[in-house]
């Protein structure tokens, strides 16, 4: 007899979709650095993602709570939802005001905490 899963990857996967985008669009914000630094186009493109980036950490945190209010989810996912975005809202101040040695590697460290609350929830 087959046992029924209810672990939160099967519960709720607009959280699971919600980190997935949030973890695209950061590493699309590294690729759009690398324009930055070659193309023209590239600062408009890395400002717009960075707005894309932004939204994405929004609702990574609208998914966490609603999985865990109305959900019956676990809370630890919000305050990791609110601690990125925290981060995200650190990294966009850090960009306006061109501080890339800080800027680049909060940028890298965010991509791997998304890439690791990404595992976390589809393992």
């Given at each position: 007899m087959a046992t029924p899963t209810t672990s939160a990857t099967h519960r709720f996967p607009f959280l699971r979709a919600a980190i997935a985008l949030q973890t695209l669009t950061v590493l699309l914000q590294a690729v759009s650095a690398g324009l930055l630094l070659t193309t023209s186009y590239g600062e408009t493109l890395h400002g717009v993602g960075a707005r894309v980036m932004y939204g994405a950490s929004m609702l990574?945190?609208?998914?966490?709570?609603?999985?865990?209010?109305?959900?019956?989810?676990?809370?630890?996912?919000?305050?990791?939802?609110?601690?990125?975005?925290?981060?995200?809202?650190?990294?966009?101040?850090?960009g306006i005001a061109h501080v890339p040695a800080v800027h680049l590697p909060l940028?890298?460290?965010?991509?791997?905490?998304?890439?690791?609350?990404?595992?976390?929830?589809?393992?």
């Open positions: 990574y945190l609208l998914a966490a709570v609603l999985a865990w209010k109305p959900g019956g989810g676990p809370v630890r996912p919000v305050g990791e939802a609110a601690g990125f975005l925290a981060l995200a809202s650190v990294q966009v101040v850090l940028g890298v460290l965010m991509f791997g905490l998304s890439l690791l609350a990404l595992a976390r929830r589809t393992g």
